[in-house]
T-cell receptor
Framework: AQSVTQLGSHVSVSEGALVLLRCNYSSSVPPYLFWYVQYPNQGLQLLLKYTTGATLVKGINGFEAEFKKSETSFHLTKPSAHMSDAAEYFCAVSDQDQAGTALIFGKGTTLSVSS | GAGVSQSPSNKVTEKGKDVELRCDPI?????LYWYRQRLGQGLEFLIYFQGNSAPDKSGLPSDRFSAERTGESVSTLTIQRTQQEDSAVYLC??????????????FGPGTRLTVL
């Protein structure tokens, strides 16, 4: 069975600092990996996804993530945090072998950005 | 174009009552998903519809939960005899029917259900 672990339910950074949100997954088959962001009182929005090909994936708002098969990780980074990045971030995995499969989500990491 | 919409945005009900939540997917999206987000938890998959195929109900937590979808349009999630543990945000998502789970899922704003 697939699972996702997000290390750290809450991460706090200063504006301009590096953002690193950790995600590890468990999957017996090649996975598709996603990061979603949820701003207060809004729905989830896709930040980026990894399907196949290049393991470094660039998303919206300056975020990127690297798929590391050997470490079963898909950590999300941004070089310089902005106040507007404060939100909840969810890592998710789906199964490449199943068409249109539902996503398995981590429990989320709340990012706080201070000035 | 319009995104995924859900109604109501908030629902407060008494324990034991039935509730019905509605989801309008993006036009042309054949796949529709329901998830539940309880406080401090990630999203839990509930049910998945794909075109005219039988729905995947493997995530429904009990037989008090059911969902229907008319063709490739509106879906309703019904919770009968609500319990306090049903309190959560119920999220609906839709996607194009892309094989291998690649299709990006577009989420609605959710319905916040509070069972007193």
């Amino acid at each position: 069975a697939q699972s996702v672990t997000q290390l750290g339910s809450h991460v706090s950074v200063s504006e301009g600092a590096l953002v690193l949100l950790r995600c590890n997954y468990s999957s017996s088959v090649p996975p598709y990996l996603f990061w979603y962001v949820q701003y207060p009182n809004q729905g989830l929005q896709l930040l980026l996804k990894y399907t196949t090909g290049a393991t470094l994936v660039k998303g919206i708002n300056g975020f990127e993530a690297e798929f590391k098969k050997s470490e079963t990780s898909f950590h999300l980074t941004k070089p310089s945090a902005h106040m507007s990045d404060a939100a909840e971030y969810f890592c998710a995995v789906s199964d490449q072998d199943q068409a249109g499969t539902a996503l398995i989500f981590g429990k989320g990491t709340t990012l706080s950005v201070s000035s | 174009g319009a995104g995924v919409s859900q109604s109501p945005s908030n629902k407060v009900t008494e324990k034991g009552k039935d509730v019905e939540l509605r989801c309008d997917p993006i036009s042309g999206h054949t796949a529709l998903y329901w998830y539940r987000q309880r406080l401090g938890q990630g999203l839990e998959f509930l049910i998945y519809f794909q075109g005219n195929s039988a729905p995947d109900k493997s995530g429904l937590p009990s037989d008090r939960f059911s969902a229907e979808r008319t063709g490739e349009s509106v879906s309703t999630l019904t919770i009968q005899r609500t319990q306090q543990e049903d309190s959560a945000v119920y999220l609906c998502a839709s996607s194009l029917a892309v094989s291998g789970g690649q299709g990006e899922q577009f989420f609605g704003p959710g319905t916040r259900l509070t069972v007193l």
